[in-house]
């Protein structure tokens, strides 16, 4: 565990990387279905699944890895001191939400698979402590996510809806709720281009309840970055207020609608029926920010903008009153914040109002700085000057955001910013900046500034290494564990083999993950366990380009790792996709010794002869392997694929791959005295061109093995069967199949160099249900799919599972290359106790699990 802390007088922060999760959710309205060659029982079907993410990856410190946060925010819950945080991770495509729950940080994907990015990325919270984001996807489309609890312990699903999809390249966007939970949206459409309202008066926990965009409420100034957004409370309603940059001032404007719909029809029917100037502001300013106290009746105007030379303070003197009663007009500069230049906010500049009438705000100083400054009198005119939160590399103006929320409470600040150069530690990452005394002057040197990344997570998955790199498997007494390798140092190069094992049986359980020892570069990944529990876990080294062993002393991984090599050691040469070399472990449970048995698949070498499915057994108390067999030779160069093996308690071991040379699809292969010898290999089906994600598995209630697999390019599932006992399982014409999936759209959006990314499940109850698990993909639902043959046959419309906070409808983008929809490289095991357990990369490019039965 790697484990960050600030130790502070008032509050303690701990940024952790977890090696167990404890973030099951339940997911509703999943019911059941199976998979098997005859009809059996119903019991153990999947009819109330459990998701939770296994494992969300280690940030690097490579300078390669990709910018964390360069759009961000951040807002204090209701009724607590504890700040929570939205961000852009350009790594996974997503938005995250970050939130400290009193003990640790909890990360959550809010939306993933942006085929752009997503910018200007603002948060607020319900007075109930839902919190609600809202973005620009940095072109037509501004979105809005409401999460579904306010809870702290659970991990939450964030609903999504579109506000507004008119739009060329959306930015400035701006988010608002007053006390009445109502809220605002404030956004331009464009650069230079027209400025938009969004509100929701009643039921905002809902993004059915927002209103469609107004009409025109003014045009604003070429490359603005932030506007202003506020309620003015009259005493009995909210009234909201805006300012904008624009063409020759930045202005504001009041809406004294009391009925708030009549806001959207355009700025005829606001105050003064046109925007008001923010004199001396100048022309095309980058930003303006706005502090109206919603909590007094009548309260002033107040704002900050850039006004070309530095930050300029303005605030309303209104004959008659302020923001509800006076006689609105220009609100005159008040001066500038000393010691503040042309530069200063022209990126990132966040103003707030607290209780007892000071104010904040951090800014950005070029690329160079984040600084704060503050009021301590109670005066909006008499400004500190700044203290530095933070020197660091900033990304220039236009191209980063972040966030400030203070916390009156406990007389602190925090705000929310993006290194993006190579500076230690976790270059590019979001950062936590932390005001520890913002009762005094922000340039006095008690205030304390610090920073500290805020989320050290990474991605599981990398494009340019895919390959199946995650196996399942159970212990005898039903507990789950999986084998994979995590890229989060973002180089395919660079991976680190992990095994993770569950606490308990219970889906509440934690799982604990440790990283393998003196492993290069880990890929295609077995994992299978000896009848003392003890795992076995094979791996290709890309470095070495060797198949290696290695096992664990303890069930848990927690002994000592012994690694052995292959004894292949002619010339493997490396392979090109969609061929890889791949690894099948499995046991010889017919000896009285723990025997494992090695099956490789060697796509690429020397010698074509030798390319092809090789299989050797081990003695693990010598060292000694076996002679090596050739069980076939695929005779071509980038030949073969998805190895898969299964074995049972009498010696019986089952393989089946994908021969990518003459014959062109998938192949089995069986050994009925643990590995010593194997039948010549067969076809399983006449069709071709279809193999790939296969997994195979030994049916328990006949011995008999089944296949599933896809078509990549017919966007088919399959599931092929031996129709008799196992020695006859060697004869093409004893096999039969059926199509769990038959799609018009499927898996469409793959090349064949990526249908490495596909996987599928298999698994069987003690009475012979077949379950398939499997990703539909993008061009259809972009969901999970659990099917099963408990009827006597597969339907062709399968259960689905949607990926936390994957949403096809609303992104349209969402695909297995940005790992944004649920499924990719999955694995299924049924355990003795009778649970189903399916882990998958998933949204946010990270490990997940779903389960059954437990």
Known sequence: MKTYKLSLSKIVFTLAVITGCDKDATVANLSSDSDVSSVGSTANTCSAPSTSVIWSGERSAAATVAARGTWSDIKIMPSSTYPGSVYADVGCSCIKYTYWNGTEWKTEVISSGSSTSFTYIRLAYLSTGIPVAVWSNSTTTLQLAIRNTESLSTEGSWAITNLDTAGTAIRSVELKINPSDQVAVLYARNTAGTAHLILCTSNCSSGSNYSSPSTTLGTVGTNPNSFGLGWCYSGTSYYPVIALTGGTNSSFGICRQSTLSNCLTGIASWAGGALQTLTGTGTNRASVQLAIDDSTADAAVRSVAQNGSALAYHQSSFAGGGCSAGTIGAIASGGTISGTTANSGNAYLELQRVTGNNYHIVANEGTASVRYYNTTTGSFTTWNASGTVATTTLAAAGAIRGGLAVDVTLGQAYTTFARTAAVSPFPGNLMFGWVENTTVTSNNATAAFYETPLTLDGQVQTLTNQVPNLSVAATSAGIPATAFVDYSSGSATVGSLKYAIRTGSLSSDNWSVRTLPAVSQPQAVSLAFDS???????FFDQQSLRFLLATNTATDGTGIWSTYYFPFRTAVTAATAPAYHSVAIAMDNSSSSILPVMIVGVANHGTVANTGIWSARLNP????WSSVTQIDSTNLANSNSNLTADFDGSGNIVAAYFDRGANNRIEYAQSTNGGVTWSTPTHVTLLTGIGMGAKIKINPSNTRPAITYFDRASNRVYYSYCTTALASCTTLSNWSYSYPENLTAGVSG?????DGLLGTGLSFTSTGTAYAVYPIGAGNTGLLAF????????????????????????????????????????DSVRTSTGSLHSLYIGPGNWLYGTSCGD
Do not use: E
Not at 532 to 538: C, E, L, M, V
Not at 621 to 624: P, V, Y
């Open 532 to 538: 003392d529990n003890k795992p076995w876990i094979g």
């Open 621 to 624: 108390t010598t060292g000694d």
């Open 750 to 754: 793959l090349a064949a160099t990526s």
């Open 787 to 826: 099917n099963d043959n408990s009827s006597g046959s597969f339907p062709l419309s399968s259960t689905l599972l949607a990926g936390k906070n994957s949403n096809l409808t609303l992104n349209t983008a969402i695909s297995a290359i940005n790992f944004g929809q649920p499924g990719w490289n999955v």
